[in-house]
């Protein structure tokens, strides 16, 4: 039975290192990056539990303990996917990799007592830690084995809290994104759980072999199918995380967004401030006394447009204005143009060809034919 399952774990560990590739090489996202590689972990981790309760690891002694560094990566993993799942990837700077200095530190910790050695060396220390966590009294944990534990424990259980926070306040997580970080999330937390339970049936001495060890095994094999799944059926959940909106956390209410709207648009009528070539924004919320976050925002939601859009389209309907006056007769059509605004007569071409689909001639000759 104990063979079945030790192949149970080997097929789905490979599978699941099949599965990191897919996600790491996949699309160039980073946040699939980061699942590949909590995958990649969930595989090393059953290779390991193999190898070491098999024996085969003093067969193979070169394969061993590779997943051990990653028992401190798993909780930065989790974290920094949560978080790079809710928006661009791209978002998470380069001060996020300190997440990962307790698993480098680690990495090079275990390769220099054990994987630079060669394989007599690593025979032995195999049989000394078997020898040590398993005897005839049940397992014997020095300081060193229990201080690592806590640390392993204690620190994902801090990142498993935080990415519960991201997820729990972000509202951009809706429906499949929400339903897979959600049970990834219960994922880490029952196979933590288990893992952690088997270390403190060793440390007491309550089990010397407990079957916690294994259910967490089979639960990261379950995990490893259902992640496979998800790529298969629904990649857009794992490739396409939703980007935030623009303005999801504004305190600006739709009546409050209207309201401002109005008083915008009366401002731009009353004070004309678009005839100004070089207007900012920030002079226009200087001079209407509406913050610049807000009057880009009701442009974009309300109106559809970004700002230069919302000032051009004053400035054509000001010129097909002033284009009809008689006042303005001695004035070329650029130098109508030039007084609402407009500061070249290329700019002005296209603009006012965008917005009416006629070029300034034409729409002149359509005017001159109604009179």
């Known amino acids: 039975m104990r063979d079945v399952v030790f192949l149970i774990l080997l097929i789905a560990g490979g599978q699941g290192i099949f599965l990191s590739l897919i996600l790491g090489l996949g699309r160039g996202k980073r946040s699939s990056l980061l699942l590949g590689l909590m995958f990649l972990s969930f595989s090393l981790q059953l290779f390991d539990l193999v190898l070491l309760y098999s024996g085969e690891a003093l067969v193979y002694p070169h394969l061993a303990f590779w997943s051990t560094p990653f028992n401190l990566a798993l909780g930065p993993l989790l974290y920094l996917y949560v978080r790079s799942s809710k928006s661009n990837p791209d978002t998470l700077g380069k001060v996020n990799w300190l997440h990962f200095i307790p698993f480098l530190l680690h990495t090079v910790y275990i390769s220099y007592i054990f994987h630079f050695q060669n394989a007599g060396y690593k025979t032995a220390f195999i049989q000394e830690i078997l020898a040590i966590q398993v005897s005839a009294d049940g397992a014997n944990l020095n300081l060193t084995n229990i201080l690592f534990a806590i640390a ?13 926070v991201q997820i729990r306040n972000r509202q951009d997580f809706k429906g499949e994104m929400s339903i897979w970080l959600n049970k990834l999330w219960m994922a880490i937390v029952v196979i933590a759980a288990f893992g952690l339970l088997q270390f403190v049936l060793l440390a007491l ?131 109508i143009a030039m007084e609402c605004g407009f500061n070249s007569k290329s700019t002005f071409n296209t603009t006012f060809k965008r917005f009416t689909g006629l070029t300034p001639s034409e729409f002149k000759k359509k005017q001159s034919s109604y009179f």
């Open 152 to 164: 392993v424990y204690g620190q994902l259980a801090i990142y498993i809290g935080l990415s519960k």
């Open 205 to 335: 001495k309550i089990d010397q072999q407990p079957i916690t060890g294994y259910i967490a095994a089979l639960l990261a094999v379950i995990y490893i199918y259902y992640g496979a799944m998800i790529v298969m059926r629904k990649p857009e959940v794992i490739f396409n995380p939703p980007k935030p909106q623009k303005y999801q956390y504004s305190t600006l209410s739709s009546a409050q967004s209207q309201r401002l709207l109005s008083q915008l648009r009366n401002f731009m009528t009353e004070q004309t401030p678009f005839k100004n070539p070089s207007l900012t924004l920030k002079d226009l919320a200087l001079a209407s006394r509406i913050s610049d976050r807000h009057i880009s925002q009701v442009i974009n939601e309300q109106l559809n447009q970004n700002f230069h859009d919302f000032l051009n389209e004053y400035r054509v309907n000001e010129f097909k204005t002033q284009l009809t006056d008689p006042d303005n007769g001695h004035l070329s059509m650029l130098g």
